[in-house]
C-alpha cells in the first residue's frame, strides 16, 4: 500500500445504488463497482495467497476441461499462485493447457457413479476427503467451481474469504417462498418457506481450507443420511449447500456475475460483467 | 451468531489528571449499552486509583484498575496510551480477552454497541471528516515526522478515540504506532494530532478490516445530519481548557 494512488472512497456515496453490496450479517456481496482490484490483490500478495480450484470432469465432461482451462489463463486469479485439482475417472483425457508462471495442475483420478446426480453430490465427499488429506497443506483457498462452464472477466481475490456462497442467477429477485430449497422435512437439507436468505448455486462455493472441509464433509454426512431414510434432495448437493449456508452464514456471497447463462438470461443493465458462464451444452447427451 | 462463541471483550480507557471525572457515566453507560450479554473486562489506567468511584457491573463483566504515571503535559499522557496497552496486551490481555477496544473517556455510550463492531483490525469513522476530500484531512503532512501522509494517499480519517479488534492485531498496531511516535521524538517532532496521526498513518498501509461509521464516534456539538440515524457512543460536553491544565 506504500505509495499505492487511487481514488478516494466517500463515506456519503454508495457504490452501487441499484443492488444490495451488504448482507444482514455484514458480509459483502460481491459486485462490480464494490471493490478495488489494486488494493486486494497487494492485501493477498502480501500474503503470498495460494488458490485451489477444484474441478471435476467425470465421463464425457472430460471435454469441457480445455475450455475452462484455458478461459481460467486468462480469467481467474491472474498474479497470484493457483493450483488446478482436476477430478477426472480419466486422467489420460486431461488436455495439456499451457499454464502461465506460478501456476500448477494436479490430476486426481477418482471413481465415477453411473448416475449423474450421484457424480454431483459425491464432489462433496471427495473434497472433504482431499481437504484434510492434500488442500489444508498446498493451498490457502479453495474455490470449488462446476467444469461446463468457461471464464469470460476476472474472477480474482476479491470473492476470497472464510466461507463464500454465489447467488443464483434464476433467483437472485425471487421471495424466499419461491426458492427451490428442499421441503419436506424428512429431508437433512429441509428448509421451511419463512427461512432462508438466498438461493446459493451448488456450481461456485469456496473458502479457507478449513471452511470448506467442514462444509463438504457436513453436506456429505447429510447424504449419507438422507439416502440412509430413502430420500434425495430434490436439487442434490445444491440443496444440502444451500440448508448448510443457512446456518453457517457465508463471509462473502458473490453475486450473478459470478455465475450466468447468457442463452437463458440474456444481458441485464444491472450485470456489469459477465465472468463465469455456461457453456452450452445437450444434457442428453452428455449425462449418458 | 457471536454469542455461543463465549468471547470476553476488553476495553482499555485512560482517565489521568482531571478526566477521573469522566469514569463514571463512561462506565455507567457501558454497562448499559456496551456488548450487552457478553463477557466484558474493562482496563483502567489511572494516576488516582483511589479516584475511580465504585461503579456497579453487570455479571460477567470486570474491572482491573491500572496504576499508571500521571504527565503535567496533556500531549505526553496521550502520547504514551499506545505503548501502554501494547504492553497490556503483552503482559495479561492476550490471555483474558478475545477482542480488544481502544476509547477515550471523555465520552458516553449512547446506545446498543454491539458484535456488529467486531472485526480483526477496527477504525472509526471521525466524526468531523466523514464528508470531506482526502486533502483536507489533518494527516501529518511534515514529511520528517514517521506519521507523514501525502495528499494524494488515504481512504477516510479515522478518530483516535475508538480503535480494536482481535487482541493480537491490536498488539501489532499499537507496537507499530509506538515505533513510530519513538522515531519522531527522536528527531525532536510531534506529530499535529499525536497518536492520532500516527493511526492514520498505520491504517493506510494496515487497512481496518471493519470500519466503524460515525454512529461510533460522535461529537456531540454537531447537529445531526439525516445520514445518521442512530448515535451510539459520543463526546462529553467539556471545558477542555480546564481539564488540560
Request: glycine residues 6%.
Amino acid at each position: 500500500m506504500e505509495g499505492m494512488v487511487y481514488a478516494q472512497p466517500k463515506a456519503l456515496t454508495p457504490s452501487r445504488k441499484d443492488v444490495l453490496v451488504l448482507t444482514p450479517w455484514l458480509a459483502p456481496i460481491i459486485w462490480e463497482g464494490t471493490f478495488n482490484i489494486d488494493i486486494l490483490n497487494e492485501q493477498f500478495r502480501l500474503q503470498n495467497t495460494t488458490v485451489g480450484l477444484t474441478v471435476f470432469a467425470i465421463k464425457k465432461y472430460v471435454v469441457f476441461l480445455k475450455l475452462f482451462l484455458e478461459t481460467a489463463e486468462q480469467h481467474f486469479m491472474v498474479g497470484h499462485k493457483v493450483i488446478y485439482y482436476v477430478f477426472t475417472d480419466r486422467p489420460a483425457d486431461v488436455p495439456q493447457v499451457p499454464l502461465g508462471a506460478g501456476r500448477k495442475l494436479v490430476v486426481l483420478t477418482v471413481r465415477n457413479y453411473t448416475r449423474w446426480q450421484d457424480v454431483s453430490m459425491h464432489r462433496m465427499e471427495m473434497i472433504s476427503r482431499f481437504s484434510e488429506q492434500r488442500f489444508l497443506h498446498e493451498v490457502d483457498y479453495l474455490v470449488c467451481a462446476d467444469v461446463d462452464m468457461k471464464f469470460s472477466d476476472h474472477v480474482g481475490v476479491e470473492i476470497l474469504s472464510a466461507l463464500f456462497g454465489t447467488l443464483h442467477p434464476g433467483f437472485y429477485s425471487s421471495s424466499r417462498e419461491a426458492f427451490t430449497y428442499e421441503r419436506r422435512p424428512k429431508s437433512q437439507a429441509y428448509i421451511p418457506r419463512d427461512e432462508g436468505d438466498f438461493y446459493y448455486m451448488g456450481a461456485f462455493f469456496g473458502g479457507s481450507v478449513v471452511e470448506v472441509y467442514r462444509l463438504t464433509k457436513a453436506c456429505h454426512q447429510a447424504m449419507v443420511e438422507d439416502k440412509a431414510n430413502g430420500i434425495e434432495a430434490v436439487w442434490h448437493d445444491e440443496s444440502h449447500l444451500n440448508k448448510y449456508l443457512l446456518y453457517h452464514k457465508p463471509t462473502k456471497v458473490l453475486s450473478p456475475e459470478y455465475m450466468w447463462d447468457q442463452q437463458l438470461l440474456g444481458w441485464p443493465s444491472i450485470m456489469k460483467k459477465l465472468r463465469y458462464v455456461a457453456v452450452p451444452k445437450n444434457h442428453q447427451a452428455i449425462r449418458n | 451468531m457471536y454469542q455461543p462463541l463465549n468471547l470476553t471483550i476488553g476495553v482499555t480507557v485512560f482517565a489521568v489528571g482531571k478526566y477521573t471525572c469522566f469514569i463514571r457515566p463512561f462506565l455507567e453507560s457501558a454497562e448499559k449499552f456496551f456488548m450487552r450479554g457478553y463477557q466484558v473486562h474493562y482496563y483502567l489506567f489511572t494516576h488516582d486509583p483511589a479516584a475511580v468511584p465504585k461503579v456497579p457491573l453487570g455479571p460477567g463483566r470486570l474491572l482491573s484498575i491500572i496504576p499508571i504515571q500521571g504527565h503535567s503535559q496533556w500531549e505526553e499522557i496521550s502520547m504514551r496510551r499506545m505503548e501502554t496497552i501494547s504492553k497490556l496486551i503483552a503482559k495479561r490481555a492476550h490471555q483474558e480477552v478475545d477482542y480488544l477496544f481502544c476509547l477515550d473517556v471523555d465520552m458516553v455510550f449512547r446506545n446498543p454497541w454491539g458484535p456488529e463492531t467486531l472485526g480483526d483490525l477496527v477504525a472509526a469513522i471521525h466524526p468531523g471528516y466523514f464528508a470531506v476530500s482526502r486533502q483536507q484531512f489533518p494527516y501529518e503532512r511534515r514529511q520528517v515526522s514517521a506519521a507523514f501522509v501525502a495528499y494524494n494517499e488515504g481512504d477516510f480519517y479515522y478518530g483516535g478515540a475508538v480503535f480494536g479488534g482481535r487482541v493480537a492485531r491490536v498488539y501489532e498496531f499499537t507496537r507499530g504506532c509506538h515505533t513510530a511516535i519513538l522515531a519522531d521524538k527522536a528527531n525532536g517532532i510531534m506529530a499535529a494530532w499525536q497518536e492520532e496521526s500516527h493511526l492514520n498513518r498505520r491504517f493506510i498501509w494496515h487497512k481496518p478490516s471493519t470500519v466503524l461509521s460515525p454512529e461510533y464516534l460522535w461529537d456531540d456539538r454537531k447537529p445531526q445530519p439525516p445520514s445518521l440515524k442512530l448515535i451510539r457512543f459520543s463526546t462529553v460536553d467539556k471545558d477542555t481548557s480546564w481539564l488540560r491544565s
